[in-house]
């Protein structure tokens, strides 16, 4: 009698190990996307977004985290900060200001070749960037903005578009996100 | 299914995504097929020729069923039964 509770609470133990290890399982394999976007290239842009929406469609939770030379995608070229620095001045002045004035990683053409790319891209019926954005937003994508990048290259919150999804984060959120997702990506 | 059932399927929903490309058709899918019921026929319209290969992968991960597609002059007509 006296074994068969010893073997009981023995199962009991294991069992209890056995959910720990389920739960851990489910915390990080989870249907979810997190990419690090650290490339201010129009095309690497495009691509990170047209794969996030395909995945969004699908349920898929999608989180961007935005960093370096991507931020100058989330600069709306409407809006201004005030009381910034030289270099930060200098920073704003040398990238582009927005997501419709990035230059692309090849062919770039001193600026032609983003021109005839969004002129094919709209003959072939493939959404704009600003067209992206807005179902990002409806399909309930995560973007998370670098604090770090900001601080370096003086980017201010009042300058950053507004988007309904949008946080700021350091490092590790982004490295407890990609934990927990089935895919992580750096782009 | 095939080519000859799908023409005389009874679709509860068509959504014509022929003016989008990739990703596009997928959205569109998405949107619509929250607006018919369990057990209901939806068609999408497509000239995007990565929508063959996307859909059906859709399907499975979202669980509808994947009935085949029907090719039209210029573009093509894809079936699915919603879960």
Request: with cysteine.
């Amino acid at each position: 009698m006296q074994d068969l509770e010893a073997q009981i609470a023995e199962l009991q133990s294991q069992i209890e190990t056995l959910q720990e290890k389920v739960s851990d399982l489910e915390n990080t394999n989870r249907d979810q996307l997190s990419i690090a976007i650290v490339s201010g290239d129009m095309d690497k842009i495009l691509a990170a977004m047209i794969i996030s929406l395909a995945a969004a469609a699908m349920d898929t939770k999608v989180k961007l985290f935005f960093s370096f030379w991507a931020l100058s995608a989330l600069r709306d070229p409407k809006k201004t900060a005030q009381g910034k620095d030289f270099i930060s001045k200098m920073f704003g002045f040398m990238l582009p200001k927005g997501k419709n004035k990035l230059g692309l990683s090849k062919m770039n053409m001193a600026g032609m070749g983003p021109q005839m790319m969004k002129h094919i891209m709209k003959k072939k019926n493939v959404m704009s960037l600003d067209e992206m954005f807005k179902q990002a937003a409806e399909l309930d994508i995560d973007i998370i903005v670098c604090e770090m990048s900001m601080d370096l290259m003086g980017f201010k919150k009042e300058e950053i578009i507004d988007y309904p999804h949008l946080s700021y984060g350091g490092a590790a959120t982004f490295a407890v996100d990609a934990g927990q997702s089935g895919a992580q990506w750096f782009i | 299914m095939t080519v000859d059932e799908l023409k005389t399927v009874s679709v509860a929903k068509s959504v014509d995504a022929r003016g989008t490309a990739c990703p596009g058709p997928l959205l569109e899918a998405k949107k619509a097929i929250g607006a018919i019921k369990g057990g209901d026929v939806m068609e999408v319209l497509s000239s995007d020729e990565g929508t063959k290969q996307d859909i059906p992968k859709w399907c499975s991960k979202q669980g509808h069923e994947y009935l085949g597609f029907v090719e039209e002059n210029g573009y093509f007509k894809v079936y699915m039964k919603k879960k």
